[in-house]
């Protein structure tokens, strides 16, 4: 038995194979973890989130073991002992859960988002990462799973020599299942669903470390109900459609409160905008920026130039050392525009929003987008902003009740029909209302001494 005492789950308890999540701790690769926050700038606006991704591993191979508990019992009457996870299985599924967030870079989604972009070179990222001859990689892979990925499999990484000292293979079985390649393909909706222990973990974790009141629903009960049915003639895991459909609605929405509270806090948006700001004029004006930075931080320096990295680079990027970055970019010479950003976000003298937000903004922009535009850009000229684009933020803060992709979504099972016939979460008469929540937050962000004088002049043109 391992324990490991937790301020949200109280005290975690790994029992039997499953305590090697503890053991495998000490990897370099999971303990970089603990640089790299959770919710990245949130913190900014709610002060006490300050915890990292390491606790939110830990707390969700925790809540993968409840899972698997639960689901032995519920599958021993009916499902043939070749599909039915046995303590292997139940070990692989706790070490996936604490290390399916291993590939997030520093600051998370803003460094992802802002840096990387949606439409980077996989193949070339592939083969920096050791992955060139990996027939599963998709067009679609996120940069974050794809890292992921490649630290499980990398031979020389000490994550990858733990988990093969264990048991031969262990590291594929493990990216497998983060991957959703897993021989047990019914498993993969535990990290890839409406209901998984991903999001069942930090909606919880980040309620309490932000002190909101709004994430709270009952994760006993749900651990519970979990189960396993039959979809398309093959085994899916679901939840017992009499007794599970309330805390699942009671999960979900926990969730789209605090992307409404938390996530999408216009502060929250604001400083990772403007983070997403600093690395772009850094991006565009490197030749000259990056050198004044002074010596080290070549694994920055090479991402915000575009390359690729290798493994032993990328652990070297957290949190850390991307804030020392920006210290130092905020004293350079050679590019004041960044240097004023870079001290803006240091000392959180965030852009506010002007205040037409929503509809009113989306048609605005709509009617005339490059005039609009420049009408924003003109105001801020004339405050001194000669620089203009680095100036503005113009966010969609996107939000989807349910998972992406349908194919993805969690089940329902009834447990009292024999066939165990399972249906999606979203057409369940009690959330079918629900589906239709996929909506986006429009603001138009400026530093806060123009705001009124964007607003005048947004207003007099029709806004």
Sequence with gaps: MKRVQDPVHGLMEFRGMEGFAVEALRAPEIQRLRRVRQLGLVYLVFPGAEHSRFVHGLGASYLAARFARSLETATREFLPESLRADETVVRDLVLAALCHDL?????????????????????????????????????????????????LLWPDGELHKLLEALDEGTSERVAALVGGRFYLPYLARLFQSDVDVDRCDFVLRDAYQTGVAYGRYDVDWLVSTV????????????????????????????RRALYDTVYHHPGVRSAEGMVGLLLARLKENREAVLPEVGEGFAELKKAIGGETLTLPEFLALDDHNLWVFVQRVGSIRADPVAADLARRILDRDLFKPVPIVGDRLQQFMNANPPEAIELVDQVLRRSGYQDAPSYRLYDAAPFWFFHRDPEQGSMFVDARDP???ATSLREHPELVHHRREKREMLRLYVPRDVVDTVTRAMSNAGA
């Design 227 to 254: 189960t396993v049915g039959e979809a398309a003639g093959a085994p899916v895991i679901g939840f017992d459609s009499v007794k599970a459909p309330r805390v699942v609605e009671q999960l979900l929405i926990a």
């Design 103 to 151: 590939g997030h870079g520093p600051l998370s989604h803003p460094w992802e988002q802002q840096l990387i972009g949606e439409g980077f070179d996989r193949r070339a990222w592939a083969a920096a990462l050791g992955l060139e001859d990996r027939a599963w990689i998709s067009d679609d892979i996120a940069w974050h799973e794809l890292v992921t990925q490649a630290l």
């Design 419 to 421: 066939r165990r016939a």
